[in-house]
C-alpha cells in the first residue's frame, strides 16, 4: 500500500481517479489535509476544512457492476472498525455511507467506477472517505447535523488513515 499526502486538494476521489488512470496501483491511497471541491453523494458539496481526514484509495477488484455497492458497505464496515479499535466506541451506520457518533454525522463515504463496458466489471474503483477528525466550526447548513471524533492526543491522522486502508484492503483481498 502506498500513501500519496497533500496539503490541499480540489478533491481525493477527482485526484485518485486521475492517477487509477494513468495506472496507479490496487490499494493506492491519496490523503489530503484540506479539499477545496470535495463531494459527496448526488452532487453535494462536502465540507472539507483543515485538519479532516480526507482520503480515497484506488481498488482494482475483479467484481461486476452489480458488485460494486459491496465496495461501500466494506468503506463503512473499515470506518466502524477503525473507530471500534482505535477509540473504543461503536459509531452508527446511517442510510449506506454515513457514520454517526452521538447522533452527529462524523464521516461520509463517495464510491465511484470506471466501468469497462464490454465486460461489465470495474476497471477501477475509488472509495473516497472523509472524516471530521477534529471539532470545528461548521457552517450553518450542517451545524446541527455534523459532529466530529472525540480529541484523542494518542491517535493521530496517520493511524487512522493506514487503520482504515489496512481493513479495507484485508476485506477485499479476503
Known sequence: ?????????????????????EGAAHGTVIAADTQTGGKGRMGKSFFSPSGGIYMSIILRPNIAVNENNMITVWGVRAVVRSIEKLY??????RGINDILINGRKVCGILTEAMIDTVSGNAEFIVLGIGINFQPVTFPEDIKDIAGALPVREDITREQLITEISNNILSDIES
Open 1 to 21: 500500500m502506498e500513501i500519496r499526502t497533500f496539503d490541499c486538494l480540489e478533491s481525493t476521489n477527482l485526484t485518485a481517479k486521475q492517477l487509477a488512470l
Open 88 to 93: 473504543g466506541i461503536t459509531p452508527d451506520v
